[in-house]
């Protein structure tokens, strides 16, 4: 058996990758769950996930990676511009 065909051993064996999700839902209003409010629990959690909010001006959707915003959209809006929009709800 050449050196590089050897069998794996226990100790040789990969580890296992383990991924922990939490989730988090919400349904309800921005009077009872401010924006910011909401930014922070992403934050503190170091939460990566999607947040979707539904009014009758526009949608959108922010995206955060370990708590950090990276992406925001509402309606035709992006980013500062959604985000500024979105605080004003």
Do not use: W
Request: glycine share 6%; with cysteine; net charge positive.
């Amino acid at each position: 058996m050449s050196p590089d065909c050897r069998p794996v051993t226990p100790s040789r064996a990969p580890r296992p990758r383990v991924f922990m999700e939490a989730r988090i839902s919400l349904n309800g209003q921005l009077s009872e769950y401010p924006l910011l409010t909401l930014f922070e629990i992403f934050d503190h959690k170091r939460a990566t996930g999607r947040l979707d909010i539904t009014c009758q001006e526009a949608s959108g959707s922010f995206y955060f990676h370990s708590g950090e915003l990276k992406i925001a959209t509402m309606g035709k809006m992006k980013d500062s511009e959604a985000l500024e929009f979105a605080k004003n709800l």
